[in-house]
């Protein structure tokens, strides 16, 4: 069967959103192994100011960050998107 223009988008849609999905957790896990790093040193003393290190960190504010938006997932469904237009 064949799909109309609506499933088709749809569809694509989808896909822009795991894409951004899996870009999403790559950076958290990123994120989480540099938190881990940063407290390692902060717990250790060997930070040359141990406040600094740590605090600068705050991981629900850069998680915020990190998380794609509408307008970003629907950009990336464009961009998908235009591929299948020129075949």
């Known amino acids: 069967m ?6 088709i988008r749809l569809e694509i849609l989808g896909l822009a959103h795991g894409d951004m999905q899996t ?3 790559e950076k958290l896990s990123l994120l989480k192994e540099a938190d881990a790093r940063s407290y390692e040193t902060y717990l250790s003393g060997k930070a040359d100011n ?3 290190v740590y605090t ?3 991981l629900s504010e850069s998680i915020d960050a990190l998380l794609p938006t509408s307008a ?5 469904a464009e961009e998908l998107y235009r ?3 020129k075949q």
């Open 72 to 76: 970003e997932i629907i950009a990336r």
């Open 83 to 85: 591929f299948i237009e």
């Open 56 to 58: 600068a960190n705050n």
């Open 2 to 7: 064949n799909k109309n223009a609506y499933e």
């Open 23 to 25: 870009r999403f957790f």
């Open 50 to 52: 141990p406040r600094l």
